[in-house]
């Protein structure tokens, strides 16, 4: 994770996360099958982790709707995605990105995970969705 908090350089910068964990294989394979594994289940019905968030403070997570707007994102409800929680497609990209990177042989993937932080460098995407999810958990708090 040292990538994560200080330096550019080859390792990864600080605004690197879909780069991190594209060249951090292991890591990125272990967190993309779990969350798949999670999403199959509750596609099934089976809600297995209730949010510990809302169930101690009454309030929503910046989560709380995720996997249901991910189902609803897959039959193309858009008006259900959006109410349920709107930042439902952009972690869907965000782990398509992922999956992509992990799944390329080694040269490929580590010319791609490169190429993808530099543009996450250059974007900022990570602050920018911290923020926007800040300011939506906020305002369903309202």
Same mark, same amino acid.
Not at 50 to 66: E, I, K
């Given at each position: 994770?040292? &990538?994560?908090?200080?330096?550019?350089? =080859?390792?990864?910068?600080?605004? =690197?996360?879909?780069?991190?964990?594209?060249? =951090?294989?292991?890591?990125?394979?272990?967190?993309?099958?779990? *969350?798949?594994?999670?999403?199959?289940?509750?596609?099934?019905?089976?809600?297995?982790? /209730?949010?510990? +968030?809302?169930?101690?403070? *009454?309030? /929503? #997570?910046? &989560?709380?709707?995720?996997?249901?707007?991910?189902?609803?994102?897959?039959? &193309?409800?858009?008006?259900? %995605?959006?109410?349920?929680? /709107? +930042? *439902?497609?952009?972690?869907?990209? +965000?782990?398509?990105?992922?999956?992509? &990177?992990?799944?390329?042989? @080694? /040269?490929?993937?580590?010319?791609?995970? =490169?190429?993808? *932080?530099?543009?996450? @460098?250059?974007?900022?995407?990570?602050?920018? %969705?911290? #923020?926007?999810?800040?300011?939506?958990?906020?305002?369903?708090?309202?």
């Amino acid at each position: 994770m040292v &990538g994560l908090a200080n330096k550019s350089n =080859e390792s990864g910068g600080r605004w =690197e996360l879909a780069a991190y964990l594209v060249r =951090e294989r292991k890591l990125g394979v272990a967190m993309l099958g779990g *969350g798949l594994l999670y999403f199959a289940i509750a596609a099934c019905g089976v809600n297995l982790l /209730p949010c510990p +968030f809302l169930n101690v403070t *009454g309030l /929503p #997570c910046p &989560g709380c709707g995720m996997t249901r707007a991910s189902l609803a994102l897959l039959r &193309g409800d858009w008006a259900e %995605v959006w109410h349920l929680n /709107p +930042f *439902g497609p952009v972690f869907a990209v +965000f782990w398509v990105v992922v999956g992509i &990177g992990v799944a390329l042989p @080694q /040269p490929s993937r580590a010319r791609y995970a =490169e190429r993808l *932080g530099r543009i996450e @460098q250059r974007t900022r995407w990570v602050a920018w %969705v911290a #923020c926007g999810l800040a300011i939506y958990t906020l305002t369903r708090w309202i």
